[in-house]
């Protein structure tokens, strides 16, 4: 069992910036965002490998968003520039012991952090 503790959040205006982090208690295979808005699906924001050093981002935050991770500490902080209102939502944080091609989908993930609320007004 892998437990998730996030931290970050809050609200900003449109441009703004916010840092999110993640810690986990243990070994991950990947670790990553994903984010919710009200009446949509979970989507993936951003995945980072462990095995490779590989992170994926989804296309509409390549550029504005970045992962830096801390193997020693178990830790990834998403770094959130340049925000605008479609990026308000719940941020999840995510893991998966277990090896698999991908961590992209929400059915990829074993370990789910409590959110934290993001909200960029205009």
């Known amino acids: 069992q892998v437990q998730l503790m996030e931290s970050g959040g809050g609200s900003v205006r449109t441009g703004g910036s916010l840092r999110l982090s993640c810690q986990a208690s243990?070994?991950?295979?990947?670790m990553g965002w994903f984010r919710q808005a009200p009446g949509m699906e979970r989507e993936r924001v951003a995945t980072?490998?462990?095995?490779?050093?590989?992170?994926n981002y989804r296309d509409v935050v390549q550029g504005r968003f970045t992962i830096s991770p801390d193997k020693a500490k178990h830790t990834i902080y998403l770094q959130m520039n340049s925000l605008h209102p479609d990026d308000s939502g719940v941020y999840y944080c995510?893991?998966?012991?277990?090896?698999?091609?991908?961590?992209?989908?929400?059915?990829?993930?074993?370990?789910w952090g409590q959110g934290t609320q993001v909200t960029v007004s205009s």
């Open positions: 243990g070994d991950t295979y990947c």
């Open positions: 995510a893991a998966r012991r277990s090896w698999r091609p991908s961590c992209s989908d929400p059915g990829d993930i074993e370990y």
């Open positions: 980072f490998y462990y095995d490779t050093g590989n992170i």
